[in-house]
Every structure is written in C-alpha cells, then in structure tokens.
Nanobody
C-alpha cells in the first residue's frame, strides 16, 4: 500500500523559509514520479514541483511551476524514500495546504503532472505565510 506523509508546514513571515518533508512507503521509490502540489483556500489545486524519472536516475528531470522557479527546490533521498521541498523567499500568496504525491507512470513531463495530478496523494501540511 502506497503511503505518503507530509510534514514541516507551519507559520512563517514573508521572506522566510520552510522545508517540507514527505515520508513514503509501499512502492519502489526510484521508479515513481514525485511531486508537490498545493491548494489555497477557494482555489484549485496547482502543481508546485515534480521529479520525473528516466531510465538512469542521474538523468531524472525536475520541473517547477513558473512562480516557484528560483525560490523552491524539490529533492529526493532515494536511500530513505523521502521527498523534500525547500521553500525560500516565501510570500503570503504561498499560503496553502501542501501535498506530496507520487505516480507509477514516472516519465511524463511536469506539464502533464501539474495538469492531471498524480495517482497517490498524502495528507497535506499547512503552510501559512504572514505579511
């Protein structure tokens, strides 16, 4: 059974940083696409960042939503089956519930995952950025 558990959310002032973690189990980690998504109150879910797999893990591709480029960094720890999202220069509009997600169809582009989502979702973690 695929299990995902996000953590690390909290309250931070604008300009600050947070690091989200996602602990995972129940699947072959380095063969699944990994992603972070978010949903703000009254808004639709949106993609934040994702890792798309290739046949060689050294060539895995990383995608970011435009507004997150240069501020957010997604990374994975294949040895410990964890996914991270380092968020810097946070803005009040980054306030949302953040979700980690994975997909066994692992080689699509960020555009695909951001639009269609991923197959498995964890419970979210709240990030609140005060102005």
């Amino acid at each position: 059974e695929v299990q995902l558990q996000a953590s690390g959310g909290g309250l931070v002032q604008a300009g600050g940083s947070l690091r989200l973690s996602c602990s995972t189990s129940g699947f072959i980690f380095d063969r699944y696409a990994l992603g972070w998504f978010r949903q703000a109150p009254g808004k639709e879910r949106e993609g934040v960042a994702c890792i798309s797999r290739t046949d060689d893990s050294r060539d895995d591709r990383i995608y970011y939503a435009d507004d997150m480029k240069g501020r957010f960094t997604i990374s994975s720890d294949n040895a410990n089956n964890k996914v991270y999202l380092q968020m810097n220069s946070l803005k009040p509009e980054d306030t949302a519930v953040y979700y980690c997600a994975v997909d066994p169809v692992s080689q699509y582009s960020g555009t695909y995952y951001f639009y269609y989502g991923m197959n498995y979702w964890g419970k979210g973690t709240q990030v609140t950025v005060s102005s």
